[in-house]
């Protein structure tokens, strides 16, 4: 399988492509379409679960600009 120093590829770019896909982008798709976090009956039966959803507890602008800050310290943390 030599080469010849050209440069080239030993893999077709389709192939490379393909592997990318089933194990990069696939796993995440199948994951994010199967996850369950709560099942239908028990998410009717108790409402209080969706307390801190409904009250934006998670999800404002305070904890917006927190992890905007968060990701700007780590970026400077691994670039220095």
Do not use: C, E, Q
């Not at 199967?34 to 009956?41: I, S």
């Amino acid at each position: 399988p030599w080469n010849g120093l050209s440069g080239t590829t030993l893999y077709d770019s389709y192939l490379i492509m393909m592997y990318n896909m089933v194990f990069t982008s696939f796993p995440i798709f199948i994951v994010g379409s199967l996850d369950l976090d709560v099942y239908a009956p028990a998410a009717f039966a108790m409402p209080k679960l969706y307390f801190f959803g409904v009250n934006k507890a998670y999800f404002n602008y305070r904890m917006l600009v927190a992890w905007l800050f968060r990701g700007v310290v780590h970026a400077l943390v691994n670039f220095f």
